[in-house]
């Protein structure tokens, strides 16, 4: 089995958020830049990575450095949204099956912040009431 690292790297690489189910801990936690309350579960945690793959996973959606432990790695990206260049750090944890076990994520300047924020507001409001996409 490959590290859950390079895992992660070929989901963005190949922009297959589908891949997540095999890759995301029972036990997971994603931290957001937005919202106060840790999200914990599998379901949500891929919930809110699925949202953000379809906003961040643009052309211009790089990471551009990393540090790596034996459990955990620190991934810096940038990418432009809506003409704003939005900097971002994903901390990740993984445990020994190889399985993302925290997701945390910090988002730069204020303005790609808030932009992110709208557009995560929208993709989530629509994963929860999908009979509202179709209309």
């Given at each position: 089995m490959s590290c859950a690292l390079e895992r992660w790297h070929a989901i963005c690489e190949e922009r297959n958020p589908a891949?997540?189910?095999?890759?995301?801990?029972?036990?997971?936690?994603?931290?957001?830049?937005?919202?106060?309350?840790?999200q914990a579960?599998?379901?949500?945690?891929?919930?809110?990575?699925?949202?953000?793959?379809?906003?961040?996973?643009?052309?211009?959606?790089?990471?551009?450095?990393?540090?790596?432990?034996?459990?955990?790695?620190?991934?810096?990206?940038t990418v432009t949204i809506e003409g704003i260049e939005?900097?971002?750090?994903?901390?990740?944890?993984?445990?020994?099956?190889?399985e993302i076990t925290e997701f945390r994520v910090w988002l730069r300047p204020?303005?790609?912040l808030q932009i992110v924020q709208q557009l995560m507001a929208t993709k989530l409001s629509a994963q929860r009431h999908p009979a509202q996409k179709a209309q």
């Amino acid at each position: 089995m490959s590290c859950a690292l390079e895992r992660w790297h070929a989901i963005c690489e190949e922009r297959n958020p589908a891949a997540l189910n095999t890759l995301i801990a029972e036990n997971a936690v994603f931290f957001s830049p937005v919202v106060y309350t840790p999200q914990a579960g599998k379901a949500k945690v891929i919930g809110y990575l699925k949202a953000a793959a379809e906003i961040l996973f643009n052309d211009s959606f790089r990471y551009v450095r990393e540090l790596r432990g034996t459990d955990e790695a620190m991934l810096e990206f940038t990418v432009t949204i809506e003409g704003i260049e939005v900097n971002g750090i994903d901390l990740i944890r993984w445990n020994m099956n190889q399985e993302i076990t925290e997701f945390r994520v910090w988002l730069r300047p204020l303005k790609g912040l808030q932009i992110v924020q709208q557009l995560m507001a929208t993709k989530l409001s629509a994963q929860r009431h999908p009979a509202q996409k179709a209309q």
